[in-house]
């Protein structure tokens, strides 16, 4: 803390560090000592540091400061836009925001998807002078809401400016900046990596007609031995698919003796509602985030986690990005991320801001995916392997096998998961790690718990054949239908009534258990 410059040596005005000090910020993190004079200044800027670093007060001060400075009336309308990518991301710079709009007369709101849009537009009407939004609902309130003032926007900010290129959202993008004053306007990009959609947006924002200024490039992290927080262990496991299953329950349960708040990423929210099912179904309790939830369960989901100390949230990649959730432990990413970037968003969310100096991070990879140690080790990312050890673990298949045999509704549950699982690894930005044509087709059935290897088809794809498949001479295995048997006692209870003396003992030595070497390269077998 003593390198910190004081938050009272901003040149702001004092009832901004006033509140800034009763909310406990009495120093300044170094991405917002080396920004916020800038941008105080009204240089557009492009600001990328590490994820936690604290990049959300690094435009909320200049923020406030231009809307005090202003003298901005409700009836102005909206002089500040913040765009953030995902929902609860809007939500939780709202509640940083609020706190700071405590003392001042300036308005400030969120709109987002999900949630009721005409109350939205009422608050719109009366006047927000810093709206924080998702780029479709913004889009909507744009073109539809005739209340909504936004001709005098001063200083728009894109948060997560990568994700905020994703599919889907280009075009909105597109379509938002077109419509939006740029004259006079300041711009300001963050993100904790810096892609290829990142510079792309730059272009859009920057470069577009009218607009040929070049933004100010704040890289606050460029130097930096490791893209990742010092503070963070990370470690991986080769674990072949058949296996991955039985590695993730014995690695849950044991965090879970241990109360340790964890958050699971899976590539897909089929995998996600899957695992959800299974794991409370056998007495693990987790909780589940994605996509596919409506938005008052996502908020309830999220504050549960936010406030909880020993959780564990299986999640989608819309849990990647900027949130800020207190004292997550570890992080475990069971399917790989798309590329290094969202591996470095996903880890992000532990070891955060001044206090967050801890956090373990666990990646989950094939024999075949170590091409990805590579890519990690290209962009400073430090990572040793982890040995879990197998014993304990071949009684359980069994027993999961038998349960998706008697329960249809657990059964196609995990054949959709597995079709996801194939589709995502098939659309993977890195085609020669992860090669979907490659697949033990077999191994990752039974990583699903499931026996017989579903019948998938993916356009233009050739999967490899099965054992039954080579013997009856087609391509892609037939799913079989499995009927719902009697519902029979709980082979997996944890604890609890539904204990039973049958169940699976997967030893808390399979914790795993850091080799003692970094990893040396091995490159693509
Ligand atoms: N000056 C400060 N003093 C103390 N804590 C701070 C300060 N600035 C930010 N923090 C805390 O640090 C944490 C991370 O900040 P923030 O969410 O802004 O990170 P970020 O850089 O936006 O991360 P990401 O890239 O993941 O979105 C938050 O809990 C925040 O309250």
């Not at 549960?304 to 990649?317: N, P, Q, V, W, Y």
């Not at 013997?471 to 997996?492: C, H, L, Q, V």
Request: net charge positive; charged share 25%.
């Amino acid at each position: 803390m003593t390198d910190l410059q004081p938050i009272k040596e901003l040149s702001i005005h004092k009832k901004v560090i006033d509140i800034l000090q009763k909310n406990k910020f009495t120093h300044l993190l170094p991405v917002q000592q080396k920004a916020i004079p800038e941008l105080l200044k009204g240089k557009d800027a492009v600001i990328s540091a590490k994820t936690g670093s604290g990049k959300t007060l690094t435009f909320l001060i200049p923020a406030i400061e231009l809307l005090i400075s202003s003298k901005m009336k409700p009836r102005n309308g909206t002089a500040v836009l913040i765009i953030a990518p995902v929902r609860e991301l809007a939500q939780q710079i709202y509640d940083v925001a609020k706190l700071l709009f405590e003392e001042i007369s300036q308005t400030v709101g969120v709109v987002i998807g999900g949630v009721g849009r005409n109350k939205e537009e009422e608050r719109l009407s009366a006047g927000l002078n810093l709206l924080i939004a998702t780029p479709g609902r913004l889009l909507d309130h744009l073109q539809t809401s005739e209340g909504f003032v936004y001709k005098y926007l001063s200083m728009l900010v894109i948060d997560e400016a990568d994700r905020c290129l994703d599919a889907g959202f280009e075009k909105t993008m597109a379509l938002i900046l077109k419509k939006l004053p740029s004259a006079y306007r300041q711009t300001i990009l963050t993100s904790a990596t810096i892609t290829p959609k990142v510079n792309a947006l730059a272009d859009l924002c920057f470069h577009s007609e009218g607009r040929k200024k070049d933004p100010l490039y704040i890289g606050i992290d460029d130097e930096a031995d490791y893209a990742t927080a010092e503070g963070l262990e990370q470690g991986y496991v080769e674990c072949p698919s058949g296996e991955r299953f039985l590695m993730l329950f014995s690695f849950l349960k044991l965090l879970k003796k241990k109360n340790k708040k964890t958050i699971v990423f899976m590539s897909s929210v089929n995998a996600v509602k899957f695992f959800h099912d299974l794991l409370n179904y056998i007495s693990l309790e987790v909780l589940a985030l994605h996509g596919k939830m409506s938005q008052p369960a996502r908020n309830a989901v999220f504050k549960r986690f936010r406030k909880s100390e020993g959780d564990i949230l299986l999640a989608t990649d819309v849990a990647a990005r900027g949130l800020d959730i207190p004292a997550v432990d570890w992080i475990v990413q069971f399917d790989p991320p798309s590329d290094v970037s969202d591996y470095i968003h996903r880890v992000g969310r532990t070891c955060r801001g001044i206090d967050g100096k801890k956090g373990r991070a666990l990646l989950f990879l094939l024999p075949s995916e170590d091409g990805f140690l590579k890519l990690m080790k290209k962009r400073k990312i430090p990572t040793v392997e982890y040995d879990m050890p197998r014993n304990a673990l071949s009684a359980v298949q069994k027993r999961l096998e038998s349960l998706l045999c008697e329960h249809q509704s657990l059964n196609k549950s995990a054949r959709e998961a597995f079709k996801s699982y194939l589709l995502s690894y098939a659309s993977h930005t890195h085609k020669s790690v992860f090669a979907v044509a490659d697949l033990d087709l077999e191994g990752v059935a039974r990583g699903f718990g499931l026996s017989i290897v579903p019948r998938v088809s993916l356009p233009g794809i050739t999967l490899q054949k099965t054992k039954k498949d080579k013997k009856k001479g087609r391509s892609y295995a037939s799913s079989a239908a499995i009927s719902e048997g009697e519902k029979k006692e709980n082979p997996f209870d944890l604890g609890g009534k539904r204990r039973s003396s049958e169940t699976p003992t997967a030893s808390t030595s399979s914790a795993p258990i850091k080799k003692g070497r970094k990893r040396r390269s091995k490159g693509k077998k």
